[in-house]
């Protein structure tokens, strides 16, 4: 084994464990095979220690050698110079002798403080590395598990990762049809495939319709037509909420114009999306249509979340006040509680408040709590000009119980669906044809004495009594003159440009 060499046992390693890692699936024969490579490198290392303290000793060993022999032939060498000194020459023939004993000796003697030097050298390093810290030990490896083949278990491992890989898969496509989708989406608003169903507001207990609320749907294809929940989602995270609005706040004000042809006061409401009622910049936009189209403000109500009420700003409170002053009414719509001020629902504008039939039920079983009974509400509003409307009114035993709770106006299945309007709501009204002008011949001039007069001094003083007698002049009927009147979505480019 000591003639291997040191890497020897880490090649073996490194071996043992790719073959472990191949033959083993799973994790567990990677793990084996790691710690068999750790083991391979480990004893290389120790390996290498070894011979290197094995090299330490043995250069110690021929050191004590050398100078052993050092000393020994510098004995002989004194011994032999005695021996010289002592033998019967001249002068003149023990000068060499003595000459190259002593350079003899003197060679010895350097030899031996070299070695010397290397060996304390050698004897400084072992004290300096014998000071230092030892190093701690190797954590112990740990134990190799025993490999188990369960069939049960690498059946469940392999649906686990099966099912993993579905569900990642599952939701890439989830997340790609959404991005579609809301392409989709974005295109339909940018080509104005909005359609309007009116779902009517009726009074209670005669169900005469009052009003309607314009209901959106988005349409995709030819076949493909799409509820709010189904879009309004996509339209609030991508951002269209502004743009939506804008075609429904045009598309009310065209059946509100349709409405204001007709007698009966009938009004239609509309819904505005969170993102616009907490921007002002699209607030400001709305308010310019509005402002544009004031002759059919009158028709038209604007219907606000209870929760969006509490929670706007000041620059939004002013935008409400100046479409209040075109003539916009507010209703209080998605109400999630009886806590209302009807003074301050009147001063901002607010003339309706729609709580929910199911709302103002618990109200009066009891199942919530609240310091405004249901019943005294409809009386409370109606005080401040607020009427109370009863929503999501689903059937006549609903439509009853809301008639006892003094609610003047319902909606809801109950009294009618929503339906789509028809088509001629939106078409333009027809400019009224021109006066036709005369086609008798223009009348000569007067004479100067004949002109009437043209101060009001004259006339007070009598003189237009010497004006003769003219042929009465055919009178052309004067020209009506009609404001310009410029389609809805012109009105909508300019507004949000």
């Given at each position: 084994m000591k003639a291997l060499h040191p890497l020897a046992g880490a090649v073996t390693?490194?071996?043992?464990?790719?073959?472990?890692?191949?033959?083993?699936?799973?994790?567990?024969?990677?793990?084996?095979?790691?710690?068999?490579?750790?083991?391979?490198?480990?004893?290389?290392?120790?390996?290498?220690?070894?011979r290197g303290l094995a090299r330490h000793e043995q250069a110690m060993a021929g050191l004590g050698e050398v100078k052993v022999r050092l000393a020994t032939n510098a004995i002989r060498l004194d011994a032999l110079s005695q021996?010289?000194?002592?033998?019967?020459?001249?002068?003149?023939?023990?000068?060499?002798?003595?000459?190259?004993?002593?350079?003899?000796?003197?060679?010895?003697?350097?030899?031996?403080?070299?070695?010397?030097?290397?060996?304390?050298?050698?004897?400084?390093?072992?004290?300096?590395?014998?000071r230092l810290p030892e190093p701690a030990p190797a954590a112990a490896p740990a134990p190799i598990p025993e490999v188990v083949l369960d069939p049960e278990a690498a059946r469940r491992a392999r649906a686990e990762k099966l099912a993993a890989e579905?569900?990642?898969?599952?939701?890439?496509?989830?997340?790609?049809?959404?991005?579609?989708?809301?392409?989709?989406?974005?295109?339909?608003?940018?080509?104005?495939?909005?359609?309007?169903?009116?779902?009517?507001?009726?009074?209670l207990p005669q169900r005469r319709t009052c009003g309607y609320e314009a209901l959106a749907r988005l349409r995709l294809d030819e076949n493909t037509l799409l509820l709010p929940h189904e879009f309004i989602e996509t339209v609030e995270t991508r951002g269209f909420g502004p743009t939506l609005d804008a075609l429904v706040l045009t598309r009310a004000l065209a059946i509100a114009r349709h409405l204001g042809s007709?007698?009966?006061?009938?009004?239609?409401?509309?819904?505005?999306?969170?993102?616009?009622?907490?921007?002002?910049?699209a607030l400001a936009t709305l308010t310019r249509i509005l402002d544009k189209y004031r002759d059919h403000t009158a028709?038209?109500?604007?219907?606000?979340?209870?929760?969006?009420?509490?929670?706007?700003?000041?620059?939004?409170?002013?935008?409400?006040?100046?479409?209040?002053?075109?003539?916009?009414?507010?209703?209080?719509?998605?109400?999630?509680?009886?806590?209302?001020?009807?003074?301050?629902?009147?001063?901002?504008?607010?003339?309706?408040?729609?709580?929910?039939?199911?709302?103002?039920?618990?109200?009066?079983?009891?199942?919530?709590?609240?310091?405004?009974?249901a019943g005294d509400l409809a009386a409370l509003l109606a005080r401040m000009s607020v009427t109370l409307v009863a929503d999501q009114v689903e059937d006549n035993p609903a439509a009853a119980d809301m008639i006892d709770l003094g609610a003047t106006?319902?909606?809801?299945?109950?009294?009618?669906?929503?339906?789509?309007?028809?088509?001629?709501v939106f078409a333009e009204p027809e400019p009224a044809p021109a006066a036709v002008a005369s086609v008798a011949p223009p009348p000569e001039p007067l004479p100067e004495a004949a002109r009437p007069p043209q101060n009001i001094v004259d006339r007070l003083l009598g003189q237009d009594r010497r004006m003769p007698a003219s042929p009465a002049l055919p009178e052309a009927a004067p020209q009506e003159t009609r404001p310009e009147r410029l389609p809805f979505r012109a009105v909508l480019r300019r507004a949000s440009a």
């Open positions: 390693g490194l071996s043992a464990g790719a073959v472990v890692a191949i033959l083993l699936p799973g994790g567990l024969g990677s793990a084996l095979g790691l710690l068999a490579s750790g083991a391979g490198a480990m004893l290389a290392m120790r390996a290498f220690e070894q021996r010289v000194e002592q033998m019967p020459m001249r002068d003149a023939d023990a000068a060499p002798a003595r000459a190259a004993i002593h350079e003899l000796t003197a060679e010895v003697g350097l030899l031996g403080d070299l070695i010397h030097q290397v060996a304390t050298t050698l004897a400084d390093h072992e004290t300096v590395l014998a579905r569900a990642a898969a599952a939701a890439a496509a989830r997340e790609e049809a959404e991005a579609e989708r809301a392409a989709l989406i974005g295109k339909a608003l940018s080509e104005g495939r909005l359609e309007v169903h009116l779902q009517p507001i009726v009074s007709k007698d009966g006061g009938i009004f239609v409401s509309c819904n505005f999306s969170h993102a616009t009622w907490s921007s002002s910049r028709h038209l109500v604007i219907e606000m979340p209870q929760t969006v009420f509490r929670e706007l700003d000041p620059t939004s409170l002013g935008l409400l006040g100046a479409m209040s002053a075109n003539g916009v009414r507010f209703a209080l719509d998605q109400l999630v509680d009886l806590r209302l001020d009807p003074r301050a629902l009147f001063d901002r504008g607010i003339r309706y408040v729609k709580a929910p039939a199911a709302l103002l039920q618990a109200h009066v079983e009891g199942r919530v709590q609240s310091d405004i009974d106006m319902g909606q809801g299945l109950a009294f009618s669906p929503p339906r789509p309007v028809k088509p001629e």
